[in-house]
């Protein structure tokens, strides 16, 4: 098994994305629990940014599901009304993008 390979879907658990004054790295965004039943928590642990993007794309037809600004390092969202399946999270930090893969339970 590779290392920081998720071994069930086969994707990598790490995420990082170039930003023009430093790295937005996968230790600054924290994603819990996934799979989500009802409330998915993102914890933005980047000093720097002013308001951050929240978007949740249905995977199977890449319909916008949620969308949200905020300027919170701590968002909750309730998606016990979604239907169960495989979603994308994206999260947009002035031009950088961090994208999830989540598990509606």
């Known amino acids: 098994m590779k290392k920081g390979v998720d071994p069930i879907n086969n994707y990598s658990k790490f995420v990082s994305i170039e930003r023009k004054d430093s790295v937005l790295a996968a230790d600054k965004v924290l994603i819990y629990p996934n799979p989500v039943k009802s409330t998915l928590t993102i914890v933005l642990n980047d000093d720097i940014f002013n308001e951050a993007t ?12 949620f ?12 998606l016990s009304s979604l239907p169960t399946g495989l979603y994308t999270l994206t999260i947009q930090i002035d031009s950088s993008i961090i994208t999830r893969k989540i598990i509606k339970e």
Do not use: A, D, H, P
């Not at 390092?73 to 309730?78: A, E, G, L, W």
């Open 54 to 65: 929240i978007g949740i794309y249905n995977t199977g037809f890449g319909n916008l599901v």
């Open 67 to 78: 969308n949200r600004k905020t300027s919170s390092k701590i968002s909750t969202i309730n």
